[in-house]
């Protein structure tokens, strides 16, 4: 079980990293705040909690991997790595400038912390799955969690990868699929629909557990779960709002690679810096 | 006497020899590991052998992944498959971050002859070729796909070899070095230099023994690395020569035609190719066969090259 305090410290970062989301992207370009925003509390959770990791050591040994297969939503990645301490925070503005190490998709040979170049869909869960094998040859007890898009399952790859994990026993991976039900172009549902998902990881024999992809506890439940199954991966089907905490971004395709007005901006900030208010540590105490 | 021995098992002889001196080497196959000899890699180190069916696209993003782990991946295919259905991944997961993924496309060009045109791989090196980071070797004979195998696993970033599907020549001696980018000098002449990768070189070698009853003395050279093209090295060979011909089992397009020609963009020299021209090849008895068929031939390397000569005085 998880303590109160810690719980807070998670729910505060994923609002910090929804607040540099939209710093990032800023006004008038476009930028993924829907799929960045709907992973957050997934990525707090993981940076935050999970994972080990070590910000002044981006190469430790020890260290559990992070792979965004759904690269465009690396944003999101970035500010996790900003706010844990990998670089400054104010490193984020130079998102997408021309010499930036915040490319529009995540390289790796460019940024501490990013371990694996993803962008061309579909990749992630293979790359994660090499990782897992070559932790498991060096008997390392590092673990590898890799973010999927539930769009992105439409990539025939990443059954490949799915019906592949399995069959080698690969037990110290985590796929998280999030759920949000949009991409690009529309509902997910209408292009190649992947429902039923939670039927469909257990046809390819993963351990699967279904939680709402929001909620910091439930992600935090089904983390810790995922480490105790043996002899399989696990797949956390995580159920979640495109746009999250973004009112007007909310299951709004349009936001799915969009451009705030100024006003959405303003909004957006608005919106922001109330949840950051709302978690943040109370008076006295050490900001984290 | 001449001898001829098949280049596969070279390849997983010398992915073994790796394997027994470097932890970091391990082997990948998409279900041709008895056709590709990566099998012996599986005999010797079952734990470092991954088998990964019948699909190419996570086999190189996984050996993608298993290289961010510190590994140095083999993975080997039929050479179409290899470089055709898994570019996309050789190219994102792999080529961007300069990955440690060394990728064998077994089968070569039209060795697969009695396949057809789905299984004849006429333009990887051209593919390849374009990838940034890639590099791109393309072994003459057995002794120097063993050479090339372990210049790969030295090699910082990804490499793509070719290799083979039947017995080739064998033009080195045991005791052969390889150096990225040197040319080997198979014969001296001095009116025309015939340059040529793969079983071509065998071909090269052939039309200079036709061209020397003419009185036309060739100089035959072997292309082993296509990237990085040593450009410089090539206008050197070609200079004062009367022409050039260069021979590939591939594409005239972005192959050794293509480089060549580039090389010699601002000299003299006329050149003139000998390659599979702008289609697919198709099923035969034998590699002969096709090779008569599509021009790939020791006579068409000399008659182009007595042409250039004649033009030229």
């Known amino acids: ?288 | 006497m001449a001898t001829y021995t098949n280049p596969r098992p070279a390849y997983g002889e010398t992915l073994v020899e790796l394997g027994k001196v470097d932890p970091r080497i391990v082997a990948l196959d998409a279900d041709l590991c008895k056709s590709t000899m990566s099998v012996l890699f599986q005999d010797t180190f079952p734990d470092r052998y991954f088998e990964m069916g019948i699909a190419e696209a996570n086999m190189m993003s996984t050996a993608a992944g298993l290289a961010l782990g510190g590994k140095i991946a083999f993975a080997s295919s039929f050479a179409v498959f290899a470089a055709g259905r898994a570019y996309d991944q050789i190219r994102q997961s792999i080529s961007i971050p300069k990955l440690n993924v060394k990728i064998c496309g077994s089968s070569c060009g039209l060795s697969d002859y009695a396949d057809g045109a789905t299984h004849q791989s006429i333009e990887d090196v051209a593919i390849m070729r374009a990838i940034p980071n890639m590099t791109v070797l393309t072994p003459l004979d057995a002794t120097e796909v063993r050479l090339v195998v372990r210049a790969a696993a030295a090699i910082q970033g990804p490499v793509y070899m070719r290799v083979n599907r039947n017995p080739v020549l064998d033009l080195l001696d045991k005791d052969a070095t390889f150096e990225l980018g040197r040319y080997r000098v198979l014969r001296e002449g001095g009116d025309v230099l015939l340059l040529a990768h793969g079983v071509m070189v065998e071909k090269s070698l052939a039309a200079a023994t036709l061209l020397e009853k003419d009185g036309i003395s060739a100089k035959v050279v072997s292309v082993s690395t296509m990237k990085p093209f040593n450009y410089q090295g090539a206008l050197e060979l070609a200079r004062g020569m009367k022409g050039v011909v260069t021979a590939e089992e591939h594409t005239y397009i972005g192959g050794l035609a293509s480089a060549m020609a580039f090389a010699l963009r601002r000299s003299s020299v006329p050149m003139d190719y000998v390659a599979v021209e702008d289609s697919f090849g198709q099923s035969a008895f034998s590699t002969g066969e096709l090779q008569i068929a599509y021009g790939l031939t020791a006579e068409n390397i000399a008659g182009k090259a007595a042409s250039l000569v004649k033009e030229a005085s």
């Open chain 1, 1 to 288: 079980m998880i303590d109160k305090e810690k719980l807070r410290e998670i729910r505060h970062l994923a609002a910090r990293l929804r607040r540099d989301v939209i710093l990032m992207v800023g006004v008038g370009q476009t930028g993924h705040i829907g799929g960045s925003c709907s992973s957050a509390d997934i990525v707090a959770a993981l940076y935050g909690y999970k994972m080990k990791h070590d910000p002044k050591n981006p190469k430790w040994e020890e260290r559990d991997r992070f792979v965004m297969s759904k690269g465009h939503s690396a944003i999101v990645q970035y500010a996790a790595l900003a706010e844990t301490g990998y670089f400054p925070t104010s490193e984020l503005l130079t998102l997408k400038k021309m010499g930036s190490m915040l490319q529009g998709h995540p390289e790796y040979h460019r940024m501490p912390g990013i371990e694996a170049t993803t962008g061309s869909l579909g990749h992630g869960l293979s790359i994660s799955n090499g990782m897992a094998l070559a932790l498991r040859l060096d008997k390392k007890p590092s673990r590898v969690f890799c973010i999927l898009g539930d769009g992105e399952l439409a990539e025939g790859q990443v059954w490949e990868a799915a019906m592949f994990g399995p069959v080698k026993k690969i037990d110290n991976l985590v796929s998280l699929v999030d759920n949000n039900g949009i991409q690009a172009t529309g509902a997910v549902k209408d292009r190649l629909d992947s429902e039923p998902l939670p039927a469909k990881w257990r046809a390819f024999r993963w351990h699967v557990i279904e939680i709402d992809g929001n909620d910091a506890q439930a992600i935090i439940a089904a983390l810790d779960e995922a480490e105790t199954i043996k002899g399989r991966p696990t797949a956390i089907i995580a159920h979640t709002v495109k746009g999250k905490g973004i009112s007007f971004a909310e299951n709004n395709v349009a936001f799915h690679n969009g451009a705030m007005t100024q006003a959405q901006y303003d909004q957006a900030l608005k919106e922001v810096d109330a949840a950051i208010a709302e978690f943040a540590p109370a008076l006295g105490t050490k900001a984290n």
